[in-house]
């Protein structure tokens, strides 16, 4: 029998692993993707506990970030490609002109 | 059906949103007829836009003692709201005021910035006026989507890509913890709106120390402590704001954080006020650290824009401590406060605006030798900005950061208010070596041509104003941020 809890360690586990290669990963569009893998963690727990407590908000709330995702990548993606034009490159390492 | 149509329009109440459906109508409009204006001028951008502010100003007004509620209970314009309104629209409009000749300056005249920063504006207006998670949410991803591009708007110069993309990684990823956070409360009390969870963990007492409401709680603050700038959520802050054009930097370190202390006020003591012992001992600890880290780094600066961003970091803290307090007094002093912040914060950058050369607007505390006497309009004017920075009466600095540490002591917290007030002296330093450098110092051979224009002037004259109102007589409007409480 497959319950909520089931589905709540999922995410989590997803979650952690996102979070895990973001901090971790170099490149920042596998950056991104760890953090495209976080919201759909969150969009997971989302639908579970919105089936679990029998109420639509949770569902509903999964479509606005879904919404919010696309309109991020494409903001995201197209200051990826500015910096790339500029500099060869989308290694975050090499994002450092500016520090202290 | 029909009954359900009816029923579904009654609950829309368009009032409730009112000024940021204006502010909106006006950035769209705006986009629309930038495809027909010549390339390269946004003179005429710029105005419709301080127009569209100025009327989203009255109907923001006119909101002030009518609260309206909207959207099924998710949008509230009640005076909370409209006090934070208020503030937003103030940083926008000096704002737009000191972008046109900036953008010209720096070869980058395209109109796309005007309505950006209306849409960021109406985003912090539903942050604040948010009282379901999902609204906050979405006003909070408006804004910062907006900003991100606000900050990398400069396509050619590495340093506005690296501020755009750092500030937009970093985003998104404290954008994943807060929906977690607000995941979880959902599954704790079954409702996303802000009061019904308050309502659910009074209700529910051993909720309240349930792992899952902690995490809750944790996560979530995680996400606006991040857009506030708090230590250990401040790294970004440095980078984006030397980064990015400086205009947007002088909007993003006003407008933006008093959106998000906005929603963390509402969220906090609304919706999680059980747990209240739990995040107040919390935030203790993170305020101080914040004053600290933010005024003690800010020692070793020698860019002016970067120490700005480390000195905004600080007052982040000092805000903070009238979150800790979470009585009227604090909670009005931080209304206040980010109100005074907003005068002199932009007042600062609008002066950096015109104090920058050409292509290279990151002054070094060097270029500043002599400023006071080469151009002594900016002088004074710098001068009065960092006094109110460090709080000197009879300045609005002063006056805010009394409020909020009175709040601090009215609430016990004395240890807090001697470390705040400890930290101000600090803060001193490095703010009174802008003023050594900028009086005291021979001026430099390849000073750099200063080109005055009217909006930018106009826009420190309207900071001074003011921070000295805000500092001289403070007391109609505290009376003001107290009837904005809920």
């Known amino acids: ?100 | 059906m029909e009954n359900l149509v009816q029923m579904a329009l009654q609950n829309v109440n368009m009032a409730a949103i009112m000024p940021s459906l204006v502010l909106c109508c006006f950035g769209m409009f705006l986009l629309m007829i930038n495809v027909f204006m010549p390339r390269g001028k946004t003179t005429a951008a710029s105005l419709i836009s301080l127009l569209g502010l100025a009327v989203t100003f009255v109907v923001t007004l006119r909101a002030w003692n009518h609260p309206e509620l909207g959207f099924a209970g998710h949008v509230a314009l009640d005076n909370f709201a409209t006090f934070f309104n208020v503030i937003f629209l103030i940083a926008a409009f000096l704002t737009v005021l000191m972008s046109d000749d900036y953008l010209h300056r720096e070869g980058y005249p395209v109109g796309e910035f005007y309505p950006l920063v209306l849409f960021t504006t109406a985003g912090a207006m539903w942050m604040a006026s948010g009282t379901d998670l999902m609204t906050v949410f979405l006003g909070l991803e408006v804004l910062s989507i907006s900003l991100y591009v606000l900050a990398g708007l400069f396509r050619g110069q590495l340093r506005s890509n690296e501020a755009g993309l750092k500030y937009f990684l970093l985003g998104a990823f404290s954008t994943g913890f807060l929906l977690y956070g607000t995941a979880l409360l959902y599954g704790v009390a079954g409702t996303t709106n802000i009061a019904d969870i308050g309502f659910y963990l009074s209700a529910h007492g051993k909720m309240l120390q349930n792992p899952m409401t902690i995490a809750g709680m944790l996560l979530l603050a995680v996400g606006f402590l991040f857009k506030i700038a708090v230590v250990p959520f401040h790294m970004w802050t440095p980078d984006v704001y030397q980064g990015a054009p400086t205009p947007v930097t002088a909007f993003m370190s006003a407008g933006p954080k008093a959106a998000a202390f906005a929603a963390l006020v509402r969220i906090l003591i609304l919706g999680l006020g059980g747990l209240q012992a739990d995040w107040s001992s919390l935030l203790w600890m993170l305020a101080v650290l914040t004053m600290f880290i933010g005024n003690v780094t800010a020692i070793y600066q020698t860019d002016i824009k970067r120490m700005l961003a480390y000195s905004s970091i600080a007052h982040a803290g000092y805000a903070l401590v009238g979150l800790v307090a979470a009585n009227a007094v604090g909670i009005s002093g931080i209304l206040f406060y980010m109100l005074a912040y907003t005068f002199m914060n932009i007042g600062a950058f609008a002066v950096l605006v015109l104090a920058g050369k050409q292509g290279e607007d990151n002054l070094t505390l060097e270029g500043f030798s002599g400023f006071g006497y080469k151009r002594p309009f900016l002088g004074v004017a710098m001068s009065i900005f960092l006094f109110a920075l460090m709080g000197i009466p009879p300045t609005a600095g002063f006056a805010g950061k009394f409020y909020i540490f009175a709040g601090a002591i009215n609430a016990g917290y004395i240890w807090l208010a001697i470390l705040g007030v400890l930290n101000s002296a600090i803060s001193l330093y490095y703010y009174l070596r802008v003023m050594v450098y900028m009086y005291f110092r021979e001026p430099q051979e390849d000073y750099g041509w200063v080109r005055m224009n009217p909006g930018t002037v106009v826009s420190i004259v309207l900071a001074i104003v003011g921070v000295l109102y805000l500092g001289v007589v403070p007391g109609k409007i505290m009376e003001m941020a107290k009837m904005a409480l809920f």
Do not use: P
């Not at chain 1, 995702?69 to 500029?86: D, H, K, Q, Y």
């Open chain 1, 1 to 100: 029998m497959i319950t909520v809890g089931h589905y709540l360690v999922l995410s989590a586990i997803l979650f952690a692993m996102g979070t895990f290669g973001v901090l971790t990963r170099r490149n920042a569009i596998v950056i991104f993707m760890c953090i495209e893998l976080m919201l759909n963690a969150v969009n997971l727990s989302f639908i579970a506990l919105s089936s679990h407590l029998g109420n639509m908000d949770g569902q509903i709330f999964v479509f606005f970030v879904m919404a919010v995702a696309a309109a991020e990548a494409a903001v995201g993606l197209a200051l990826m490609i500015t910096f790339f034009r500029n500099k060869e490159t989308i290694e975050v390492d090499d994002v450092n002109l500016l520090k202290w």
